[in-house]
C-alpha cells in the first residue's frame, strides 16, 4: 500500500510554511525541488523596495526576478524608490505602503500610474514627510480606486487647494489612520461632506491645536464601530466628544478609546 506524506497534502503544507520565517521558506524552497510551487506565493507574498531614513536599505529583488512572479505579490513597500512602470502592474495586488519622497526625482504622474495600474488595490498608506504639499490630481486617482476600503496617512499635511479631493479618499473607505498628520483647518460642514461609511478611525500622535477639527470629523462619521483617539492632555473638544456618545451620537459605536488625560476617557 502507497502512503502519502501530509505534507504532500497543500492545505496542511500551506498551515506548516506560514508559520516559518521568511529567511526559512527561502532556504526550504532551495532544498527541495518539489515544494518549489507551494513556496512560491508564499515567498513572494510580500516585498519590500527601497529603504528608510535610519537602520540598513533592504536590496529587494532583482527586476527580472520582480517581473517574473508579480502574479504572487500582494503586499507591496516602497520607501524612497521607484520601479519601472512596465513591471507596475500587480493583477493581486492588495496592499500598497509607500512613501512619497519618490517624487523628488520623479515626476508627479507617477504615483498616480500606480494606482490606475493596480485597480486592486484595497489598502494604501502614505507617507509624506518629505513633502509639503500635494496635489489634488493625486487624491482623486486614489479616490477613484474600486476597492479602496483601508487609508492610513502618516506625516501628510494636505494643501490648501486639495482639501476637499483629500477628504472625499476618506469618504470612499471603511477605515482610516491618521498618525503625526495636520487636520485642515477649512471646516468639513462647509464642503458638505460625511463619511457614512466609515467604520474604525484611528486619529494618533497628531497636534494637540487640532482637536476641534479632529472631533468634527470623528462627528461627520455617523455609523463609527470603533475609534482610536489620542488626546495629550485634558481639552475641552475631547470632554465634548465624551459627552456626546453618552447622548447616543453615534449608536454603532461598540469600542472608543481616548489615550491621555481627560475628564471623561476610556472603553465603551
Same mark, same amino acid.
Given at each position: 500500500? &502507497?502512503?502519502?506524506?501530509?505534507? =504532500?497534502?497543500?492545505?496542511?503544507?500551506?498551515?506548516?510554511?506560514?508559520?516559518?520565517?521568511?529567511?526559512?521558506?527561502?532556504?526550504?524552497?532551495?532544498?527541495?525541488?518539489?515544494?518549489?510551487?507551494?513556496?512560491?506565493?508564499?515567498?513572494?507574498?510580500?516585498?519590500?523596495?527601497?529603504?528608510?531614513?535610519?537602520?540598513?536599505?533592504?536590496? /529587494?529583488?532583482?527586476?527580472?526576478?520582480?517581473?517574473?512572479?508579480?502574479?504572487?505579490?500582494?503586499?507591496?513597500?516602497?520607501?524612497?524608490?521607484?520601479?519601472?512602470?512596465?513591471?507596475?502592474?500587480?493583477?493581486?495586488?492588495?496592499?500598497?505602503?509607500?512613501?512619497?519622497?519618490?517624487?523628488?526625482?520623479?515626476?508627479?504622474?507617477?504615483?498616480?500610474?500606480?494606482?490606475?495600474?493596480?485597480?486592486?488595490?484595497?489598502?494604501?498608506?502614505?507617507?509624506? =514627510?518629505?513633502?509639503?504639499?500635494?496635489?489634488?490630481?493625486?487624491?482623486?486617482?486614489?479616490?477613484?480606486?474600486?476597492?479602496?476600503?483601508?487609508?492610513?496617512?502618516?506625516?501628510?499635511?494636505? /494643501?490648501?487647494?486639495?482639501?476637499?479631493?483629500?477628504?472625499?479618499?476618506?469618504?470612499?473607505?471603511?477605515?482610516?489612520?491618521?498618525?503625526?498628520?495636520?487636520?485642515?483647518?477649512?471646516?468639513?460642514? &462647509?464642503?458638505?461632506?460625511?463619511?457614512?461609511?466609515?467604520?474604525?478611525?484611528?486619529?494618533?500622535?497628531?497636534?494637540?491645536?487640532?482637536?476641534?477639527?479632529?472631533?468634527?470629523?470623528?462627528?461627520?462619521?455617523?455609523?463609527? =464601530?470603533?475609534?482610536?483617539?489620542?488626546?495629550?492632555?485634558?481639552?475641552?473638544?475631547?470632554?465634548?466628544?465624551?459627552?456626546?456618545?453618552?447622548? /447616543?451620537?453615534?449608536?454603532?459605536?461598540?469600542?472608543?478609546?481616548?489615550?491621555?488625560?481627560?475628564?471623561?476617557?476610556?472603553?465603551?
Amino acid at each position: 500500500m &502507497s502512503t502519502i506524506s501530509s505534507l =504532500e497534502i497543500p492545505e496542511i503544507f500551506n498551515l506548516v510554511a506560514n508559520h516559518l520565517e521568511r529567511r526559512q521558506v527561502v532556504t526550504c524552497l532551495q532544498v527541495c525541488k518539489a515544494w518549489h510551487n507551494l513556496l512560491l506565493p508564499i515567498v513572494w507574498h510580500s516585498v519590500v523596495l527601497g529603504g528608510y531614513r535610519k537602520g540598513p536599505t533592504p536590496k /529587494g529583488p532583482p527586476k527580472a526576478a520582480l517581473n517574473r512572479h508579480r502574479q504572487f505579490i500582494s503586499r507591496l513597500e516602497m520607501h524612497c524608490t521607484h520601479m519601472d512602470l512596465n513591471i507596475a502592474t500587480f493583477p493581486n495586488l492588495r496592499t500598497l505602503v509607500f512613501t512619497l519622497c519618490i517624487w523628488r526625482s520623479l515626476s508627479k504622474e507617477y504615483p498616480m500610474e500606480l494606482f490606475t495600474l493596480n485597480p486592486s488595490l484595497v489598502d494604501v498608506t502614505i507617507s509624506g =514627510e518629505f513633502l509639503p504639499v500635494i496635489e489634488g490630481e493625486f487624491w482623486k486617482a486614489m479616490s477613484d480606486l474600486p476597492q479602496l476600503r483601508i487609508f492610513r496617512v502618516h506625516s501628510l499635511p494636505p /494643501g490648501i487647494d486639495e482639501i476637499e479631493a483629500f477628504w472625499n479618499v476618506c469618504s470612499k473607505v471603511e477605515e482610516a489612520s491618521f498618525w503625526e498628520t495636520k487636520f485642515p483647518k477649512t471646516p468639513i460642514q &462647509s464642503l458638505e461632506l460625511s463619511f457614512p461609511r466609515m467604520r474604525k478611525l484611528e486619529i494618533e500622535a497628531c497636534d494637540a491645536d487640532d482637536y476641534k477639527e479632529q472631533l468634527e470629523f470623528v462627528r461627520c462619521c455617523p455609523d463609527l =464601530e470603533e475609534l482610536l483617539w489620542t488626546a495629550d492632555r485634558a481639552h475641552t473638544e475631547v470632554d465634548k466628544f465624551s459627552i456626546e456618545v453618552k447622548q /447616543g451620537k453615534w449608536p454603532r459605536l461598540g469600542k472608543y478609546e481616548i489615550r491621555g488625560k481627560s475628564k471623561f476617557c476610556g472603553v465603551q
